[in-house]
């Protein structure tokens, strides 16, 4: 394959079928076949650039396509019927202003081509260590005879390694386009600021088994979009907040070269489904580091803030549905579980995006909007200092009494290191006070020296 892609075999033509056997993904031969060829244009005009992405936007929207159903007017009609009650309904829910642009109904490749940038940003780090991998790999183990030609390749060779990291993502990002039923589905901010989207040809799935009626579905689906988009285009500062959560865990992934190798010297082409296991379980991807966990706890907790909002905020919106208890719960199983493509994603970057104190963080706004109301609980997002921590689900007392304080006007209890902050702030001493109030105890606060070696430099 190498010698072909150097130019250097019989015909210049590689056999599909074969390509996607070895492959071990089962992407699309006439795919694969066009993946090659960039790959071949690319070595032969010595092009040194990255990774194509237009190669994974290319598999995404094949895979997102190939049914070749589209939105049909009648379920536009539905949707746009549904979106206008909704944001009545969650305008008495939340004090967060509705939307400047209208809400989309949208098909799966539309969904692909808006999202795809966002994972493409999340999925980068791990394709360059991909890349970095098996040129290392290639290298070491290539034959006497072809290490000149491996060595010259150069930065080349990356291509090979983020050129088929990319083609799988594309084939992810694809199948996730089947699964999802709104923009903010899957928990990150995906979509354009301010933009909320549902997808119908996906409506089907997902209540299958309910037994709910489908304008009930809709009026629950489109509510929850509607808050999602709401938030985000409130809290301005949430989405790059997000983005910089999961860039953070990202920047430590790397490829365990040793499990890469080891994989290498025992692959037989003809049964390719240990490398199909190898890359559908994140078995090439080591253990997270200390800091990936900090970082993925980080994430963890803000995506559950966030979703026990759009959850607490839907249900009261929604309460009016007979069927909006069943319908959330079936989200919330349906998020704490995943999909078949939201799982092989997180094998594929090794990212989980399933908050897992969801309910938790449910229950603490719930404790709060029954305080203090909707008002002060939705004025918590307007700094990214007022959100709450972990130990606030942890403790939803604890915030309820600091917001319930905070409205009767009374300051917050102040700690020692709070004063000693404001007094060093100030230009004071911050030294042991004399029961007198001064200084060091003595009656006129001086001791002799000079007023200004009291205070700190």
């Known amino acids: 394959m190498i010698r072909q892609l150097f130019g250097g075999g019989t015909g210049g033509d590689l056999d599909a079928e074969q390509l996607s056997r070895l492959s071990g993904m089962n992407i699309d031969p006439a795919m694969m076949q066009a993946v090659m060829r960039q790959l071949q244009g690319a070595f032969a005009g010595g092009d040194e650039g990255g990774i194509s992405w237009e190669m994974a936007t290319r598999q995404a929207l094949h895979i997102a396509n190939q049914d070749g159903l589209g939105v049909t007017s009648g379920q536009r009609t539905d949707l746009d019927q549904a979106f206008a009650l909704a944001a009545l309904w969650l305008s008495e829910a939340t004090t967060i202003s509705e939307l400047a642009a209208p809400p989309q109904v949208i098909t799966r490749g539309t969904w692909v081509e808006a999202t795809l940038p ?112 709401r938030l985000f285009r409130h809290a301005r500062w949430l989405r790059l907040h997000v983005i910089s959560q999961v860039t953070d865990f990202a920047r430590g992934v790397h490829v365990d070269t040793e499990a890469l190798d080891d994989l290498a010297s025992r692959f037989d082409p003809s049964q390719p489904d240990e490398l199909r296991r190898a890359l559908e379980s994140g078995a090439l991807l080591p253990a997270r580091s200390e800091a990936q966990n900090a970082a993925l706890s980080r994430l963890e907790h803000l995506l559950a803030t966030i979703e026990g909002w759009v959850e607490i905020v839907t249900e009261d919106a929604t309460s009016r549905l007979p069927s909006a208890v069943r319908i959330a719960e079936a989200v919330r199983r349906r998020r704490a579980v995943g999909g078949p493509a939201e799982r092989a994603l997180g094998s594929l970057v090794g990212l989980e995006l399933r908050p897992r104190r969801m309910r938790e963080a449910a229950a603490m706004w719930r404790a709060v909007t029954d305080a203090v109301g909707p008002a002060a609980r939705d004025a918590l997002w307007d700094y990214p200092d007022l959100m709450p921590s972990a130990s606030d689900i942890d403790d939803p007392a604890a915030l309820v009494a600091r917001l319930q304080a905070r409205a009767r006007g009374e300051e917050p209890v102040r700690d020692e290191m709070d004063d000693a902050l404001a007094r060093l702030l100030a230009g004071d001493d911050v030294g042991n006070s004399g029961k007198d109030g001064t200084e060091d105890g003595t009656e006129d606060g001086t001791d002799g020296s000079a007023p200004d070696d009291h205070r700190p430099v």
């Open 118 to 229: 966002v994972w493409q940003e999340l999925a980068e780090p791990v394709a360059t260590s991909i890349a970095d991998a098996l040129t290392s790999a290639l290298s070491e183990q290539a034959p006497e005879d072809m290490q000149g030609l491996v060595q010259g390749a150069g930065r080349l060779m990356r291509t090979v390694g983020g050129s088929l990291f990319a083609s799988q993502l594309g084939q992810v990002v694809g199948n996730l386009s089947k699964e999802v039923i709104s923009g903010g589905d899957v928990g990150i901010p995906l979509m354009p600021d301010g933009q909320a989207a549902i997808l119908p040809q996906n409506f089907a799935d997902f209540g299958q088994g309910l037994e709910v009626p489908e304008d009930q579905l809709a009026l629950y689906a489109a509510t929850r979009e509607l808050a999602h988009a």
